[in-house]
């Protein structure tokens, strides 16, 4: 598709009998073909060789992994901060926009959502695996014990504990409510064991006025309250690190930085899966060069906020002149160097430059360079967190440098294939796009053609005008 096409494909969706724009929309649920079954075995086979991988360490030790005196946390840890970080793509694209009326929001929101969802799922179970004992994680629950053991709540992982979890059961619920309405759709179209399903799953909504009214006044107050849960989530997530007194890492400013590097991958992340899924399901009409375009502002925004912040840390530092900070940012310019020019090319010199364009913005073949290179660049920043404080430590005697082994990427492989698999298995069964909101959008909302130039505006009923005149 051409990067300037007009936008023609919304009038060619609104004027569609709502059969033809239910098998359009539903595409992921109706076709299954031989692409789907071979990403779901490479990817089980992934999963289940990182699995294999995980059990040989819990058997053999921690002592297989890179860790070692003084860097005990590394690609596990800077993996956790990652996933979370990606997370906040749902929050930001359904919420965000969701309260502020974003008329463009429908065909995004459904994939954001569950992008927020699965990779929550990940992020989850990355300190559980980092854990030497993982079957000794029901000591970080608080349950009732003979032995008195309760979970220590001074420490910051245990905030983790409660803050992911709270954030992964508001974010399962928000996407389970805004899948009601196209669940109910479903069941109305299926037959059999699916019809079967979906009937449990839609709770019997019927699209009465009243059903209605409760579930957009339930969709707006979800909406309301994952927003400040996101924001602490990946708030907590910082403190881990700012906590300690520990070198580079022991800041005021980690909260808001963390927040605004999470937003940043997460708007890439949602890129990268909207393009995929425009491709692979063939909603050309439906993910349009405009989705891209403001996906892209958006993203631009984030580029410069986060420069902002990276900037920040090293003026800080700059100023404070702490011999042991300065040291683990003498380090950038030694053995993490190569890490280091990722970061900064990844995140701010590609991107920032080609999102200027709006015809990159509105293509969306231009559009996945700069997004998988601002993942690329968001993971090397996750690894110059976590490493290099914990590798120049206060005393010198002890500094070490850290690489992964084999057995670290196996298993973050096999954590990568389980979202993956998540994905493709969610997108089979249930509604990736949010065909409601979208047979909403096209209800109260018209293209207009103003000079050069297609907008959006709100719908006239045919007629209207002439009765007017």
């Given at each position: 598709?051409?990067?300037?096409?007009?936008?023609?494909?919304?009038?060619?969706?609104?004027?569609?009998?709502?059969?033809?724009?239910?098998?359009?929309?539903?595409?992921?649920?109706?076709?299954?073909?031989?692409?789907?079954?071979?990403?779901?075995?490479?990817?089980?086979?992934?999963?289940?060789?990182?699995?294999?991988?995980?059990?040989?360490?819990?058997?053999?030790?921690?002592?297989?992994?890179?860790?070692?005196?003084?860097?005990?946390?590394?690609?596990?840890?800077?993996?956790?901060?990652?996933?979370?970080?990606?997370?906040?793509?749902?929050?930001?694209?359904?919420?965000?926009?969701?309260?502020?009326?974003?008329?463009?929001?429908?065909?995004?929101?459904?994939?954001?959502?569950?992008?927020?969802?699965?990779?929550?799922?990940?992020?989850?179970?990355?300190?559980?695996?980092?854990?030497?004992?993982?079957?000794?994680?029901?000591?970080?629950?608080?349950?009732?014990?003979?032995?008195?053991?309760?979970?220590?709540?001074?420490?910051?992982?245990?905030?983790?504990?409660?803050?992911?979890?709270?954030?992964?059961?508001?974010?399962?619920?928000?996407?389970?409510?805004?899948?009601?309405?196209?669940?109910?759709?479903?069941?109305?179209?299926?037959?059999?064991?699916?019809?079967?399903?979906?009937?449990?799953?839609?709770?019997?909504?019927?699209?009465?006025?009243?059903?209605?009214?409760?579930?957009?006044?339930?969709?707006?107050?979800?909406?309301?309250?994952?927003?400040?849960?996101?924001?602490?989530?990946?708030?907590?997530?910082?403190?881990?690190?700012?906590?300690?007194?520990?070198?580079?890492?022991?800041?005021?400013?980690?909260?808001?930085?963390?927040?605004?590097?999470?937003?940043?991958?997460?708007?890439?992340?949602?890129?990268?899966?909207?393009?995929?899924?425009?491709?692979?399901?063939?909603l050309e009409s439906v993910l349009t060069p405009l989705h891209f375009d403001n996906l892209?502002?958006?993203?631009?925004?984030?580029?410069?906020?986060?420069?902002?912040?990276?900037?920040?840390?090293?003026?800080?530092?700059?100023?404070?002149?702490?011999?042991?900070?300065?040291?683990?940012?003498?380090?950038?310019?030694?053995?993490?160097?190569?890490?280091?020019?990722?970061?900064?090319?990844?995140?701010?010199?590609?991107?920032?430059?080609?999102?200027?364009?709006?015809?990159?913005?509105?293509?969306?073949?231009?559009?996945?360079?700069?997004?998988?290179?601002?993942?690329?660049?968001?993971?090397?920043?996750?690894?110059?967190?976590?490493?290099?404080?914990?590798?120049?430590?206060?005393?010198?005697?002890?500094?070490?440098?850290?690489?992964?082994?084999?057995?670290?990427?196996?298993?973050?492989?096999?954590?990568?294939?389980?979202?993956?698999?998540?994905y493709m298995l969610f997108a089979k069964f249930f509604p990736i796009m949010a065909i409601?909101?979208?047979?909403?959008?096209?209800?109260?909302?018209?293209?207009?053609?103003?000079?050069?130039?297609?907008?959006?505006?709100?719908?006239?009923?045919?007629?209207?005008?002439?009765?007017?005149?």
């Open positions: 598709m051409s990067a300037e096409a007009p936008r023609v494909d919304d009038h060619h969706l609104a004027h569609t009998d709502e059969a033809a724009m239910f098998e359009r929309l539903s595409r992921s649920n109706l076709v299954t073909t031989w692409k789907w079954y071979l990403g779901v075995a490479v990817s089980g086979a992934v999963l289940l060789w990182g699995l294999i991988v995980f059990l040989y360490m819990a058997m053999v030790g921690m002592g297989v992994t890179g860790y070692n005196r003084p860097v005990f946390w590394g690609l596990y840890e800077a993996s956790l901060v990652f996933w979370i970080g990606l997370s906040h793509s749902g929050t930001l694209i359904s919420a965000i926009l969701r309260l502020t009326h974003a008329t463009w929001r429908a065909p995004v929101l459904r994939g954001a959502e569950a992008m927020t969802a699965f990779t929550l799922m990940v992020g989850g179970l990355i300190p559980i695996i980092h854990l030497g004992r993982n079957w000794r994680v029901y000591y970080a629950l608080p349950y009732p014990s003979s032995r008195e053991l309760w979970p220590n709540m001074r420490s910051p992982l245990m905030w983790d504990a409660m803050a992911i979890t709270t954030y992964l059961i508001g974010s399962l619920t928000f996407l389970y409510v805004g899948m009601i309405p196209d669940l109910a759709l479903l069941r109305d179209k299926s037959a059999g064991w699916r019809r079967k399903f979906y009937s449990a799953l839609s709770l019997g909504f019927r699209g009465t006025h009243a059903q209605w009214r409760r579930y957009h006044v339930t969709s707006t107050l979800f909406a309301i309250l994952i927003i400040p849960v996101a924001v602490s989530v990946h708030s907590i997530v910082s403190w881990d690190f700012a906590m300690a007194k520990v070198p580079g890492w022991h800041s005021t400013i980690f909260a808001p930085y963390f927040v605004v590097g999470a937003i940043f991958s997460g708007i890439a992340g949602v890129v990268i899966v909207m393009a995929i899924l425009r491709k692979a399901f063939r892209g502002k958006l993203l631009c925004t984030m580029t410069l906020l986060w420069g902002y912040f990276y900037f920040t840390e090293f003026l800080t530092v700059w100023y404070n002149r702490n011999p042991e900070e300065w040291e683990v940012f003498s380090s950038y310019a030694g053995p993490y160097l190569p890490l280091f020019l990722t970061m900064i090319v990844c995140n701010f010199i590609i991107p920032f430059p080609m999102l200027c364009l709006k015809r990159v913005r509105r293509s969306v073949s231009l559009i996945l360079v700069p997004a998988c290179s601002i993942v690329t660049g968001m993971y090397a920043e996750r690894l110059l967190i976590v490493i290099p404080s914990l590798a120049r430590r206060n005393d010198p005697f002890i500094w070490a440098n850290y690489f992964p082994t084999w057995v670290e990427f196996s298993v973050m492989a096999g954590a990568a294939a389980m979202f993956v698999l998540l409601s909101d979208i047979k909403e959008r096209l209800f109260h909302t018209t293209d207009r053609t103003i000079g050069g130039t297609t907008v959006e505006s709100i719908a006239q009923v045919e007629g209207e005008g002439e009765a007017h005149a």
